[in-house]
């Protein structure tokens, strides 16, 4: 009995991270939701400001420096 190169069980992985795309509706604009998911990832990059003293690269989540935008995020 061969076995092919995806094991049974990635298969699973594979038919479960797909049940939630399948159960998208028809008319919801995937590319909108790839634009929105890289927002929030560049928009969380950028909130941490980058720093060097010197000697290293360091920094500091802006939420800890600017209290009222805390509601923004």
């Known amino acids: 009995m ?18 939630p795309a399948e159960r998208t509706p ?4 995937r590319w909108v939701d790839l634009l929105r998911a ?3 990832v560049m928009g969380h990059w950028l909130a ?6 010197g000697s290293c ?6 939420l800890e420096v600017l209290p009222w935008a805390h509601g923004l995020s």
Do not use: F, W
Not at 2 to 19: E, F, N, Q, Y
Not at 26 to 29: A, G, M, V
Not at 48 to 53: E, K, L, N
């Open 2 to 19: 061969s076995r092919g190169i995806v094991s049974d069980g990635a298969k699973g992985d594979t038919r479960r991270l797909l049940r």
């Open 57 to 62: 690269l360091g920094g500091v989540h802006a």
């Open 26 to 29: 028809p008319q919801r604009d």
């Open 48 to 53: 941490s400001p980058v720093t060097y003293d």
């Open 38 to 40: 890289a927002a929030i």
